[in-house]
């Protein structure tokens, strides 16, 4: 399993746009990458998944670079409900006896009016 | 709303008490997953199902027991626990696919006394 690192924090305000940068210099050729966001006394939620380049849905981007080292997560505009702990993670389920999805430590983003 | 039940959402037991917690989902999910999660970290894996049978354990203490009754139920069992255990736990499902992403439920908040 392929170790991620990301900022413990960031701050932006309501309106930006939010990129959160995630690190995974090991990451194997059938990994994925995944982001998860949690917000207080809930359990996490699927974000976004991609393998490379970029990704799109509803509510963020992911931006994967060619040597797949790293990833970012773009979300646009953000309000103050963004306001969570985004996890990367990277990982591939291929092997079903090793279903193990090990979250990192995660970023606490805070938005602010 | 999230598609995974747990209940009860809090619980509050004595080291002598035996008490269970339960997870229920109706997706179709043939993975399914305990995490433990203390405050401000990020949620720490316990144990998977997979079509109904323990394929990890992440070396949990053996008062916490896990059970899988059938496809759409979790359960797990505690005995004798240690007021460290206090935490929220989270139950999660998955497709048992190839990077398919966890559901997770809003868990249950645990305070042992």
């Known amino acids: 399993l392929a170790k991620t690192t990301q900022p413990i924090s960031m701050d932006s305000y309501e309106g930006q746009e939010v990129n959160i940068t995630c690190s995974h210099n090991n990451i194997a050729t059938n990994d994925y990458i995944t982001w998860y966001q949690q917000f207080p006394s809930q359990g996490p939620r699927f974000i976004i998944q991609g393998y490379k380049t970029k990704v799109t849905n509803e509510v963020a981007s992911l931006f994967i670079p060619a040597d797949r080292k790293s990833s970012t997560l773009s979300l646009p505009r953000v309000s103050l409900s963004d306001t969570a702990v985004y996890y990367c993670l990277v990982g591939d389920r291929s092997d079903s006896s090793a279903s193990k999805i090990i979250f990192g430590s995660g970023t606490r983003l805070s938005i602010r009016p | 709303d999230t598609e995974v039940t747990q209940t009860p959402k809090h619980l509050v037991m004595g080291m002598t008490n035996k008490k269970s917690l339960k997870c229920e989902q109706h997706?179709?999910?043939?993975?399914m997953y305990w995490y433990k999660q203390k405050a401000k970290k990020p949620p720490e894996l316990m144990f998977v199902?997979?079509?109904?049978?323990?394929?990890i354990n992440e070396s949990v203490p053996s008062r916490f027991s896990p059970e899988c009754p059938n496809s759409s139920l979790l359960n797990l069992h505690l005995h004798a626990l240690q007021p460290e255990d206090s935490a929220l736990y989270l139950c999660a499902s998955s497709q048992e696919t190839r990077y398919s992403p966890l559901h997770f439920g809003n868990g249950t908040r645990l305070t042992v006394t």
């Open positions: 199902y997979s079509y109904e049978k323990l394929s």
């Open positions: 997706m179709g999910h043939r993975a």
